[in-house]
């Protein structure tokens, strides 16, 4: 009788632990990201099943039903000031019914780094991203990591050059040695490998094994510019760490991240890109999305920056080819789901500018939509980017906390709602779609 009192003591004192990790949303405080309160056992977490791909459209391997994507990009979540401010964006993602959130997982040397030399990483900034990953598993979203920029913000490629001359290896200046220099490679390895075996501190499960991770994307945006052979330098870096990714996680979808311009071995398409210059910067869509272990294509668009002195008319004229012609390739070429993963519009102040942005994203929603009832590649789109009161300092001229902006906020909700209605379920995220047209 003892023994077993001491059982449903046992098992009292489990339930007690476990309402206070359902219930209890750590705030965060202090610097080392995160709330203080971590119950890491793995059976404890929400269910979900992973992202996968069927031919050219996303499915839930859990139910095989297929799965298209209305999202968002928070390329700041991972550099919050707050650890709070990345728990509110998820929450009022979910409140929109947005299931996929970008964002970066890469902080590469300088202050705050992630990891801030080679192989040498900072815990407290880790656990920060177990941290949002952890919450958007409450919340239902999930994730699109990438693991480094072609920019040099948060260090990029640039930085790897650098910690490379550093180390004595005989590189050059030019950041194109980041694809092609064997000393580089080993670092970004080396980096992809700490990251998919990392053990998430909040929730104890292994990033390889994390279904609230939509996909890896090898880099935000690659270029190489240098010289004529950049093209097979990047396909040939593609191709080994798209493969490297694989060979340490099978579960998890992988991209590019590319921009989804045409090189100038597409005569008979060089005429969609936004001009001259796009066909100049060694990437091509085809070529890079073709890779047999890239699952699925990504395309970026923004037809304010791209077409500065066009007008309104020639940015929609010119938007339209642009989607038209990256579905029709990732569907009878590529054959595989294509993502438009950053659709962005400048925000300026002026009054008709919200007009223009929702003329810009519903012409993007619409078209995701209509191949979505035919079931084919268009699997997404993803607006550049949300913020919340408190981020403003993330704020790189494209950004909108969107409840501010009321048009756009409905636009995005009536976006997920028929998304939803076409192949998912009525969830309990707090989006009314039966209030919705």
Request: charged share 20%.
């Amino acid at each position: 009788m003892r023994r077993g009192t001491r059982l449903y003591s046992l098992l009292g004192v489990l339930l007690l632990l476990a309402l206070a990790y359902f219930n209890w949303l750590p705030a965060g405080r202090g610097p080392s990201g995160g709330g203080g309160f971590k119950l890491p056992v793995p059976w404890l977490q929400p269910r979900m099943s992973f992202a996968g791909r069927a031919g050219t459209h996303f499915v839930d391997t859990g139910t095989g039903a297929p799965l298209y994507v209305n999202g968002w990009n928070s390329y700041w979540l991972l550099s919050a000031r707050s650890p709070a401010l990345a728990a509110e964006m998820l929450r009022r993602g979910r409140r929109m019914g947005l299931t996929v959130c970008r964002t970066w997982a890469f902080s590469d040397g300088g202050p705050g780094a992630l990891q801030i030399s080679p192989g040498r990483f900072s815990e407290p900034v880790f656990q920060m991203l177990d941290y949002v990953i952890y919450v958007a598993r409450r919340n239902h979203i999930r994730l699109i990591l990438c693991l480094v920029n072609n920019l040099d913000n948060f260090g990029g490629k640039a930085q790897y050059v650098q910690w490379a001359q550093a180390a004595g290896a005989n590189v050059t200046n030019s950041t194109d040695s980041f694809f092609s220099h064997p000393t580089i490679r080993g670092y970004y390895k080396e980096y992809v490998k700490v990251m998919l075996t990392r053990r998430n501190s909040y929730s104890g499960i292994k990033y390889c094994n994390e279904p609230a991770i939509f996909a890896w994307e090898l880099m935000n945006e690659p270029r190489c510019v240098s010289n004529s052979s950049g093209p097979h330098i990047q396909v040939a870096w593609i191709e080994e760490m798209a493969a490297y990714v694989k060979s340490l996680d099978m579960k998890h979808l992988v991209t590019v991240g590319i921009e989804g311009f045409y090189g100038p071995g597409r005569s008979e398409r060089l005429g969609v890109n936004p001009g001259d210059w796009a066909a100049s910067l060694c990437s091509d869509f085809i070529q890079n999305s073709a890779v047999k272990d890239i699952d699925f294509a990504s395309v970026h668009a923004y037809p304010d920056t791209w077409l500065p002195k066009a007008s309104m008319d020639e940015k929609v004229n010119y938007l339209s080819n642009w989607v038209d012609w990256h579905l029709n390739d990732s569907e009878h070429i590529l054959r595989k789901p294509v993502l438009f993963s950053e659709v962005g519009y400048l925000q300026h102040p002026e009054v008709n500018s919200t007009v223009n942005g929702d003329t810009v994203l519903k012409l993007v929603y619409d078209k995701i939509y209509n191949s979505a009832k035919k079931l084919q590649a268009g699997g997404g789109a993803l607006i550049w980017q949300l913020m919340v009161e408190g981020s403003q300092m993330y704020n790189d001229g494209f950004s909108m906390v969107a409840r501010d902006r009321p048009s756009t906020y409905k636009l995005i909700k009536k976006q997920s709602c028929r998304l939803q209605r076409l192949y998912g379920k009525e969830d309990d995220s707090g989006l009314k779609c039966s209030l919705l047209p």
